[in-house]
């Protein structure tokens, strides 16, 4: 099937944006994964709860979605306080937490299903015009159009990935919580208070599921059954931009989400999310084979 430059590039572009908001999604679980040892399957759900929560205040309260943020956040933020003093008061060992986590998650969709209903919630029908118009390009490019929509999710995934890696290689936190990554015991030698540390992280990775949960809302029909669909694509984009690697979770998000909207230009969409499986295989597979010649390359320099 032949298909037009244009469609391409539109096609490109939109799973760029696209990419933008999973690349968000992926930033609280890389985080707490990487630093924290937590793989917190529960950050997904509380993106999909951030996503009710923003909708109901719209709809209900008729807020501002940008407003709701106010809300959500600091609510958030304590979330990930609570459960992260959780494992610390039952000295949660890292599968332990898995367990905890994903448990949480299957619980969640359930309470969703109950308080909201399993039936799709759509807020786009209220959102007002500059939501919802798509916006040509400057020139070069007027053939291309993007959804207002599609920028705030490049916008929030640009502020809050940039945040957390600036915040994690210039500050005295930052570096704080790099060296209790490396060791926890010796960093609290060294002074680390790591208990405040570990809670404010896991509350900060909270915190930015409510922000890409607005986005959530804003950007596509809501159902208890979301996460189950972006679990692959977050979870691969974590593990192939590097666990606690903010800026490589959204770039390998960004470029996963391209790769998956070509694909579907020529293949059958279903198809799709086992390519973002297949790169992370094929990355997997090649780990050995760059690791040997990596270490040929050092040892070719000391002789």
């Not at 937590?38 to 940008?66: I, K, M, N, Q, R």
Request: include cysteine; proline fraction near 6%.
């Amino acid at each position: 099937m032949s298909v037009s430059s244009l469609a391409l590039a539109q096609t490109l572009l939109n799973g760029a944006l696209l990419g933008c908001l999973f690349g968000s999604i992926a930033l609280g679980l890389s985080v707490k994964w990487g630093h924290l040892g937590v793989a917190d399957f529960f950050h997904l759900s509380l993106t999909l709860l951030g996503a009710y929560l923003t909708y109901s205040l719209v709809t209900e309260l008729l807020w501002d979605p940008f407003l709701t943020l106010a809300v959500t956040v600091p609510a958030f933020f304590a979330v990930g306080v609570g459960v992260q003093w959780l494992f610390h008061l039952i000295d949660a060992q890292p599968f332990t937490t898995l367990l905890i986590t994903f448990a949480l998650f299957i619980v969640t969709e359930s309470v969703v299903s109950m308080i909201w209903s399993p039936d799709l919630l759509n807020l786009r029908p209220l959102l007002s015009d500059g939501f919802t118009t798509s916006i040509r390009l400057p020139e070069p490019l007027p053939q291309l159009a993007v959804q207002p929509i599609d920028l705030v999710a490049l916008v929030c995934a640009a502020l809050m990935v940039g945040l957390a890696a600036y915040a994690l290689r210039s500050t005295r936190a930052g570096r704080a919580v790099q060296a209790m990554r490396q060791d926890a015991a010796i960093a609290e030698t060294l002074g680390v208070r790591v208990l405040p540390l570990t809670l404010a992280v896991s509350g900060l990775a909270a915190a930015t599921a409510a922000v890409a949960g607005m986005v959530v809302s804003l950007r596509m029909p809501l159902t208890p059954t979301l996460p189950l669909q972006w679990i692959g694509i977050v979870v691969v984009a974590t593990m192939l931009g590097g666990l606690g690697r903010p800026l490589g979770a959204l770039v390998a998000a960004v470029v996963l989400m391209m790769i998956q909207n070509a694909w579907s230009l020529w293949f059958p969409p279903q198809w799709a999310p086992a390519v973002t499986f297949g790169v992370l295989f094929l990355f997997l597979a090649l780990q050995p084979l760059t690791r040997v010649a990596r270490e040929r390359i050092t040892s070719g320099r000391t002789a």
